[in-house]
């Protein structure tokens, strides 16, 4: 079973000529344990609600996932394993999911798999202690993560592993692969660790010292962990590459294909006489997982049939949950929000409309689950419907729903994304805008997932004041705004930070951020709500401040600077000069709707100037003649000063108005 493993690992490698051999091969035996003795998956039905969950986190040995999941039986036939890492394969050079059938997150930038599993892990905790009952334990399942040195020296991994810990995830079991070997070298020199110490100070169980290479003694330490009340490690020594006469041990067994001859000679070492990507009957039928995994499933599926019967109403909402779809009343109480927000026009900082907004969803919502990052006084993301997640003296959660994360932007992040990975919650989680920086590849990698998850970040310009620079954020929202499936909000008032909260929680295939101010702002009078979801709309023509004559330029603006447009078209109104206002709370959504909606809102021949208290790259794709925005870091002062001395008033605005309308000399 482990060199069926192997053979395919240097095959598929060395038919790409590009790839990661040596950790599948070192893993081989730890993977007949776990997966060959422990794993409780369905191959024909790799969405099974109540499947054990496992994550390669050393996403660069994705042929071990590969070769394990066309071994046991799920849908990727050999000839995708002979397409490796080629163009539109189900094998991608890292795993990818919703490419690969049975993989369960995308992983690769190393130390967030094992993030992920913390974020998997909990939310089975918390929704075994939400929908069990006695007698019908029907979410009971386990998250087995695989990971190398370099999850382990990446910092995200002190972050997650210490939240799990202090979460007492029991069913997160993580099998260190101990090689001693990353890209450079043997890693001695740079990664002194006592990582058994480094664990235990965690909290976690701690297994070490096992022969990776000894299926029995991984197998038995498995067992082990599955009767722990804390979360496990168990360390593996094992040499990387292993089967291999030359490089086994090596450097070189690490990231590039073995060479034709080490193959050959590694097969004569092994004494494996198939040729390339040829098995034996008995490799596939000592893998074959589809009749035990199929039981396995069966099994469950009569317990839901005995939960829903004895408690139907429980069953239906653990069902919408898992699936993800939202109440039928959502849209009702998204309406109703919206429609409150506008009615009472209140003048607070978006930070506080977005609490606002939630204390309605988290109501109507359970799946939402929140949190912050040590700053939840300042994000406001805890309601009265909230509770701070604890955990209780015997290891169970108190049924909260805000979790304190600690000061772990990053951890927290890929967390959410293991949390959304799972299903049955919308995890949204709060920061301060500047700190998305900490954040950004796990942003980055929900987005390339098309997962739903919400990062609320408030202190979102200089607004913030006096702090100063190191927390005035000027290039965050353009930058994330740069990201591929990632909706960016950033609103100028309650009505708005409705709207946002409501596609971000309907956004099913796309993470959404909000950006939200620290200061108050007045609420933007509007003639009605339904275009606000578009991403920019018409807020005010010139005939609102007086003047009727059709308009002879837009202004588009953003957040807190909507209140300066609409001040600048006052003034200059006064001097006859006819303005639209567009307010653009998301540019991203906005770019996606049809050529004549955006024409509608964006006239063709009437100059732009958009106005943002952020950097100005990102404005002139719309054709904008002029930008009153800030290319410059901050300073420390209090937010009315620093918003007059970098040219953030009315009176700018309107002056840069009348410089583009004014007629050539």
């Known amino acids: 079973m482990a060199n069926a493993i192997r053979a395919l690992a240097m095959d598929a490698v060395q038919q790409a000529n590009s790839g990661h051999p040596g950790a599948p091969m070192g893993m081989a035996e730890i993977a007949v344990a776990l997966w060959g003795r422990h794993l409780r998956h369905n191959p024909a039905n790799p969405h099974w609600a109540d499947r054990d969950r496992f994550v390669l986190s050393n996403g660069h040995a994705s042929m071990l996932i590969y070769a394990l999941l066309h071994l046991t039986g799920y849908d990727l036939a050999v000839s995708e394993l002979r397409n490796f890492r080629q163009l539109h394969s189900k094998t991608p050079g890292h795993p990818e999911v919703g490419v690969t059938p049975g993989v369960e997150t995308t992983t690769g930038p190393l130390g967030q798999g094992l993030t992920n599993a913390v974020g998997l892990a909990l939310a089975e905790k918390l929704l075994a202690r939400e929908f069990n009952r006695p007698g019908h334990a ?34 997160l079991i993580a099998m260190y692969d101990d090689n001693g070997i990353s890209i450079d070298g043997p890693v001695g020199p740079w990664f002194i660790d006592n990582t058994p110490k480094r664990f235990e100070a965690y909290g976690w169980n701690v297994i070490a010292g096992v022969d990776g290479h000894d299926v029995d003694a991984v197998d038995g330490a498995i067992a082990m962990a599955k009767l722990a009340d804390k979360p496990t490690i168990i360390c593996c020594k094992t040499t990387i590459g292993k089967g291999s006469p030359n490089r086994a041990g090596t450097a070189k067994a690490h990231g590039e294909a073995l060479g034709h001859e080490e193959v050959k000679l590694t097969r004569d070492a092994m004494g494996w006489p198939h040729e390339p990507f040829v098995l034996p009957e008995a490799a596939y039928a000592a893998w074959d997982g589809r009749a035990k995994g199929a039981a396995a499933e069966d099994s469950w599926n009569e317990q839901l049939v005995a939960y829903k019967a004895e408690y139907p109403l429980l069953a239906a909402e653990y069902v919408r949950r898992m699936r993800g779809e939202l109440p039928k009343n959502w849209a009702q109480t998204a309406v109703d929000a919206a429609v409150g927000a506008h009615t009472k026009a209140e003048t607070v900082a978006s930070r506080k409309a977005s609490q606002l907004a939630l204390e309605s969803f988290t109501a109507a919502l359970p799946e939402l689950l929140g949190g912050s990052a040590d700053l939840t006084g300042s994000n406001l993301t805890n309601t009265s419907s909230t509770p701070p997640l604890r955990m209780q003296a015997d290891g169970s959660a108190n049924g909260g729903r805000h979790i304190n994360y600690g000061v772990r932007e990053f951890g927290m992040a890929a967390i959410m994304n293991g949390i959304a990975l799972h299903g049955g919650f919308i995890p949204y989680g709060g920061t301060f805008l500047t700190f998305s920086d900490y954040s950004r590849n796990a942003i980055r990698m929900a987005a390339l997932m098309k997962k739903r998850v919400i990062h609320v970040f408030t202190h979102d310009s200089i607004g913030l004041g006096e ?5 005035q954020s000027v290039e965050h929202a353009a930058a994330l705004r740069l990201i591929p499936g990632l909706d960016v909000w950033r609103p100028c008032d309650t009505a708005e930070t409705v709207v946002a909260w409501a596609c971000a929680i309907e956004s099913s295939q796309r993470p959404s951020a909000l950006l939200l101010s620290r200061q108050n702002l007045p609420y933007a009078p509007k003639a009605g709500l339904e275009d606000i979801s578009k991403g920019a709309y018409v807020l005010a023509e010139p005939g609102e401040v007086g003047l009727a004559k059709k308009a002879q330029a837009v202004i588009i603006a953003t957040g807190s600077e909507v209140q300066l447009a609409l001040h600048a078209q006052q003034q200059l109104a006064v001097r006859g000069i ?37 950097v100005t790259d990102g404005w002139w794709k719309y054709g904008c003649a002029a930008v009153v925005g800030i290319d410059t870091y901050g300073e420390s002062a209090p937010a009315s000063v620093l918003f007059k001395h970098f040219g953030f008033t009315a009176e700018n605005v309107a002056a840069t108005v009348m410089a583009v309308c004014a007629p050539p000399r």
Not at 139 to 151: A, E, R
Not at 467 to 471: K, R, S, V
């Open 467 to 471: 702090d100063g620079p190191t927390h």
């Open 578 to 614: 006819a303005v639209r206002v567009v307010s653009m709370p998301s540019t991203t959504v906005f770019d996606r709707q049809s050529e004549a909606y955006k024409t509608s809102v964006l006239p063709r021949g009437l100059p732009r100037v958009a106005v943002e208290a952020g």
């Open 138 to 171: 029907i979410v009971d399942h386990h998250t087995y993560v695989f990971l190398g040195d370099g999850c382990l020296m990446e910092g995200i991994s002190h972050e997650a592993c210490a939240l799990a810990g202090a979460w007492r995830l029991n069913k």
